[in-house]
Nanobody
Framework: VQLQASGGGLVQAGGSLRLSCAAS????????MAWFRQAPGKEREFVAR????????DVADSVKGRFTISRDSVKNTMDLQMNSLKPEDTAVYYC??????????????WGQGTQVTVSS
């Protein structure tokens, strides 16, 4: 499985961005998909996850009510809609595929990361 993340950029606080992750590989549909983020000097942290069936989603408390994760198994894509962005959301965002839940150690495949910067 190969993953390609896109959609990052610079936005003012309160604004929105939509990240996308395009996957290739025949087994994409059997993996959970997730977004993680890492700010400078901080640990990589879980943002959101969608199961391989698309039937369940989970988001971190820090983004609950603002971020929505979705996947399209026909198009082999996963999106993260980010609304009401805050400066503390600034980080490099990574998409990942694997069998895990919220620990980055549980994910096998990673995209290259896309920078999200939220100005105050």
């Amino acid at each position: 499985v190969q993953l390609q993340a896109s959609g990052g950029g610079l936005v003012q606080a309160g604004g929105s961005l939509r990240l996308s992750c395009a996957a290739s590989g025949r087994t994409f549909g059997t993996y959970n998909m997730a977004w993680f983020r890492q700010a400078p000097g901080k640990e990589r942290e879980f943002v959101a996850r969608v199961t391989w069936t698309g039937g369940r989603t989970d988001v971190a408390d820090s983004v609950k009510g603002r971020f929505t994760i979705s996947r399209d198994s026909v198009k082999n894509t996963m999106d993260l809609q980010m609304n009401s962005l805050k400066p503390e959301d600034t980080a490099v965002y990574y998409c990942a595929a694997g069998s895990g839940f919220s620990s980055w150690h549980e994910y096998t495949y990673w995209g290259q990361g896309t920078q999200v910067t939220v100005s105050s």
